[in-house]
């Protein structure tokens, strides 16, 4: 009798050897708390590693799609296992990522967080991953890296961000839902793996999904625009710049706080917050 009640206590654990979707939310409603509570300097200082992460993978995407004879699906998908390392180090190393962290809406559904708190996380951690990417931006450009193949990754450097400032703003705005999406996705699915090796392989996939599918990342484009911008042919000024970043922050915010961490909280959280009203 007592070995049944066991095995289903933890059915679904159990039988995936993950931890189950239930346990993930109160986890990911956990970590949001934990993450309002971190002082000022830890949380920008922690944004400012997150920034260069992400820029770190972005370099590595362009120094692997340059000069590519794959087609274009294997190299966007070249390209975006590349980039996922970008996601890797932010997990693993310890980072805060304003795209992640529309996560925190958990927090805030349950009632655990107030909205100015949330509202202090999210602006703290988008100005210290824009000063991150930026400061990534000026050690890349005057390390000369980009003058690697003849100058042919500052080449696609410029390609990239020229090919990012000419979507309209609600392209921008949708492709920015999309894509974090999968990236709050990739986020949810490191919570219920057991393992370093786990986490990241679950994270691979949905990240290089979303790059070689062309969707829009806020903090990645904090990096890339900017860099395009400063190579020899480029025309990209900074409204060019901000037309792309607005939408595609805006829809980050929708596509992980609404549609994933609002969804979550739907199926496994409201009967929880209703009874804590």
Not at 3 to 15: I, S
Not at 74 to 83: D, I, N, Q, R
Not at 144 to 149: A, I, S, W
């Amino acid at each position: 009798m007592d070995t049944k009640n066991k095995e289903n206590e933890q059915p679904e654990a159990f039988v995936l050897n993950v931890i189950p979707p239930r346990r993930i939310a109160h986890l990911v409603e956990e970590v949001g708390v934990a993450k309002v509570g971190l002082p000022t300097i830890s949380i920008l200082t922690l944004a400012v590693l997150a920034g260069a992460f992400i820029a770190f993978g972005a370099m590595f995407y362009t120094v692997v799609i340059t000069g590519s004879e794959l087609g274009f699906g294997p190299t966007k998908l070249l390209g975006g296992v590349a980039f996922s390392v970008g996601l890797i180090l932010v997990i693993i190393g310890g980072a805060e990522l304003f795209t992640g962290n529309s996560l925190i809406v958990l927090a805030l559904a349950q009632r655990k967080i107030s909205l100015a708190a949330l509202l202090k996380n999210w602006a703290l951690v988008y100005v210290g991953n824009f000063a991150g990417a930026l400061g990534m931006v000026l050690l890349v450009h005057f390390s000369g890296v980009l003058d690697v193949g003849g100058g042919a990754v500052a080449e696609t450097a410029r390609i990239i961000a020229e090919s990012k400032v000419l979507i309209s703003p609600f392209e921008a705005f949708l492709r920015g839902v999309l894509c974090n999406i999968l990236v709050c996705l990739a986020i949810w699915m490191c919570f219920a793996a057991y393992t370093v090796v786990g986490k990241i392989l679950v994270m691979i996939f949905p990240i290089s999904a979303f790059v070689a599918l062309g969707f829009e990342h806020s903090v990645a484009n904090m990096y890339v625009i900017p860099l395009g911008a400063m190579q020899p042919g480029s025309d990209i000024g900074l409204s060019d710049f901000f037309t792309n970043l607005v939408p595609v922050s805006i829809g980050n915010i929708v596509g992980g706080g609404a549609l994933v961490g609002m969804v979550y909280w739907l199926v496994y959280l409201r009967s929880d917050a209703s009874e804590n009203c």
